[in-house]
C-alpha cells in the first residue's frame, strides 16, 4: 500500500527483484540504500546522491563498530 506522485516513491511495494519492500525513494535522484534486515527489505535515497553517500557511510560506520 505504497503511493506514487511521480518519481517520489513511499511505502510497502512489491517487487519482482526483492519481494515486498519499504521505499522512500526518488527514482530521478540515485543512487539507492539498500537495507535488509531481519524484520524487512527498506530501499532509500536522500535529496542529493552526496547526502545519500554520506548516509551510506555512516550505516556502515555503525555496522562496523557494532561488529568490534
Given amino acids: 500500500n505504497g503511493s506514487a506522485l511521480g518519481s517520489n516513491l513511499k511505502g510497502h511495494f512489491r517487487t519482482k ?10 527514482t530521478q535522484k540515485p543512487p539507492f540504500i539498500y537495507l535488509n534486515t ?8 536522500m535529496g542529493t546522491p552526496e547526502q545519500t553517500e554520506a548516509a551510506y557511510d555512516k550505516i556502515l560506520k555503525v555496522l562496523a563498530s557494532k561488529h568490534q
Fill in 17 to 26: 527483484e526483492f519481494g515486498s519492500v519499504k521505499l522512500f525513494v526518488n
Fill in 38 to 45: 531481519a524484520e524487512k527489505v527498506s530501499i532509500f535515497n
